[in-house]
């Protein structure tokens, strides 16, 4: 499952708002900030969701010492630069 911090890492990679993030997960953007926020009441279907749409954008997770990283991958989608410069403005 993915934390908070690993959603805004991602997040910031991709250049995305959170209701960017919201929406190409089909959630709402009050639910995103809570799972950024850490609180405990989130389940692995919000985990999933996040972690597909980012994924989808082009954000790789992999383990790291015992932890989860996150980069931009080389299979990026058109359109989802981490710069922004071929990013769709929010």
């Known amino acids: 499952m993915l934390t908070g ?3 805004r890492a991602a997040r910031a ?3 995305w708002s959170e209701d960017r ?4 997960a089909s959630l709402s953007p ?3 900030r809570l799972f950024e926020n850490g609180q405990p009441a989130h389940y692995q279907a919000t ?3 996040l972690r597909r749409a980012l994924e989808a954008a082009g954000a790789e997770f992999f383990p790291d010492n015992g932890s989860v990283s996150v980069q931009f991958g080389s299979k990026a989608r058109e359109g989802a630069a ?3 410069s071929n990013a ?3």
Do not use: F, K, N
């Open 30 to 32: 009050d639910t995103v």
């Open 13 to 15: 990679l991709l250049g």
């Open 88 to 90: 769709e403005d929010d």
């Open 5 to 7: 911090e690993q959603v």
């Open 21 to 24: 993030l919201a929406e190409a």
């Open 47 to 49: 985990s999933d969701r």
């Open 82 to 84: 981490p710069d922004g």
